[in-house]
């Protein structure tokens, strides 16, 4: 089931009218239950594997907590079966066709094992919202629950279920365990949230994604056709996985939960290390606590360092998949913060105060970041190698103009993000306070502005959606 779908807009309504007749306990088990066969709609035997996912991180958390003197194996329970079921999922058929290539350049002949396997949708995002919770038990961070009902749901809630924002259980766990009260305010900025969600998403996303598909299609595209496209997907993922985290945030919402922020701005950084504290930010602080942490961090010395980015950085590009153009993505970031460390301190945390260079040091590490999209984007090596050796001089008149014509069509269609962005970041404050900043009391001021808002974005997307509707990328993941 998918978020801009009539299906999902009516099991929505269906899920609500019951959620909020039920006591809590009662509404926990309805999340359950209504996650689950949201998970399961097109493929139900991917309830299974996340129901095996839940049964074993509950039992290795209940364990620890019986057991303190088998804690660590009860941890190693959870990680070894967790990271099995992703890598066989995830990697199988990436590692089989590796270990086939590599034989065959040595000469041997290796039986290629022909099988292939669906990747269940989100199955990166929530294996590793399941191991924080075993991980955060065993440091002592979060207790294990007795309720299984409370750990399931948590695991499968299902608005930000297939594509994040990875909650800890620190922070979503004890919202399942406390009283839950409707708020009509919360339910108005929740709407205006998702709408907007639905707006970058079908407007902004898909059309400009038309524009990068078409692109990345050619099999020789000119200097400026290709670096419209690479500018076109650059908006593309940034509207739609913000859009989905827009809209996951706002159904949590109706239902009295409140996810993280999952971007702040992040084409604002000013740096490497800006950057990543703006994108995609429950994953970046996933490896930062549970990978880059435990390696040492910061605390060896500069090469040591150095070398932990980089081992965060390719886990964090074999996380997106099974393919080298996203472990080489991970490198060059990886890079990037090296190098941005080594030069000296971290980029300004956001807010700060901005002088003259800021505008410069902005579009600088929006370039840097679309030469990531681009080898993120491009799965063959050769393809990308020959991307990269293109030279703008080289381009013809005709090669020319349509790269021009079509960056400024993808840029046209992103006017609303960057005004939307800018605004917040120079002003400290979200262009609409009602997305971010829910009230108790009635303020008419404030709900005819929503009013308003709303129906202008509805009236945008009825009339300037793209024909051609595009998965949520990270659905890939």
């Known amino acids: 089931m998918i978020f801009h779908s009539l299906e999902f807009l009516a099991f929505v309504i269906i899920t609500l009218a019951a959620y909020w007749v039920l006591p809590m306990r009662a509404q926990n088990v309805l999340l359950l239950v209504a996650s689950y066969l949201f998970y399961g709609w097109i493929h139900p035997w991917f309830v299974a594997l996340i129901f095996a996912t839940s049964v074993i991180d509950y039992w290795s958390a209940r364990g620890m907590t019986m057991f303190p003197e088998r804690k660590k194996a009860f941890l190693w329970l959870s990680i070894v079966t967790n990271f099995g079921l992703l890598g066989f999922y995830k990697y199988f058929g990436f590692f089989v066709d590796n270990v086939a290539a590599a034989g065959d350049s040595l000469g041997w002949n290796i039986p290629h094992i022909a099988l292939r396997v669906a990747l269940p949708v989100g199955i990166s995002f929530y294996t590793f919202q399941s191991m924080s919770y075993t991980i955060d ?29 990875i909650m800890r259980a620190t922070n979503l766990l004890p919202q399942f365990e406390r009283e839950r009260r409707f708020s009509a305010a919360a339910a108005r900025d929740a709407t205006v949230l998702m709408v907007w969600g639905f707006f970058k998403k079908l407007v902004i996303a898909d059309n400009v994604g038309v524009i990068a598909n078409k692109v990345f299609a050619l099999a020789d ?9 690479v500018f076109a997907f650059a908006i593309q993922i940034y509207a739609d996985f913000s859009a989905y985290t827009d809209i996951a945030r706002g159904v949590a919402k109706w239902f009295g939960f409140e996810l993280i922020k999952n971007f702040e701005r992040p084409y604002l950084a000013t740096g490497p290390g800006d950057f990543w504290r703006r994108w995609n930010i429950s994953l970046s602080t996933w490896f930062r606590d549970y990978v880059y942490i435990p390696l040492g961090g910061s605390r060896r010395g500069p090469w040591r360092q150095a070398a932990n980015i980089l081992i965060t950085f390719l886990a964090s590009g074999l996380w997106h998949g099974a393919s080298w153009n996203y472990v080489l993505w991970g490198a060059y970031h990886g890079m990037l913060l090296v190098v941005a460390r080594a030069r000296g301190p971290a980029s300004p945390q956001r807010h700060a105060t901005r002088g003259w260079l800021w505008p410069l040091q902005a579009a600088g590490m929006f370039v840097l970041t679309c030469i990531g ?93 793209s024909r051609t509707a595009l998965d949520f990328i990270y659905f890939a993941f």
């Open 373 to 465: 999209w681009l080898i993120f984007r491009e799965t063959e090596f050769a393809q990308l190698a020959r991307d990269l050796r293109l030279v703008p001089w080289q381009s013809s008149a005709i090669g020319t103009s349509a790269g021009l014509y079509l960056f400024l069509l993808a840029a046209l269609y992103s006017v609303p993000l960057w005004i939307h962005d800018l605004w917040a970041e120079l002003k400290g404050a979200d262009l609409v306070a009602a997305i971010e900043t829910p009230e108790v009391d009635v303020n008419w001021r404030r709900t005819a502005a929503q009013a308003l808002l709303s129906g202008v974005l509805v009236t945008a997307i009825v009339t300037l959606r």
């Open 137 to 165: 038990v065993y440091r002592g961070h979060a207790p294990a629950r007795r309720r299984f009902v409370d750990v399931a749901a948590f695991i499968a809630f299902f608005p930000h279920l297939v594509a994040g924002p």
């Open 221 to 229: 595209p000119e200097f400026f056709v290709l670096w419209a496209g």
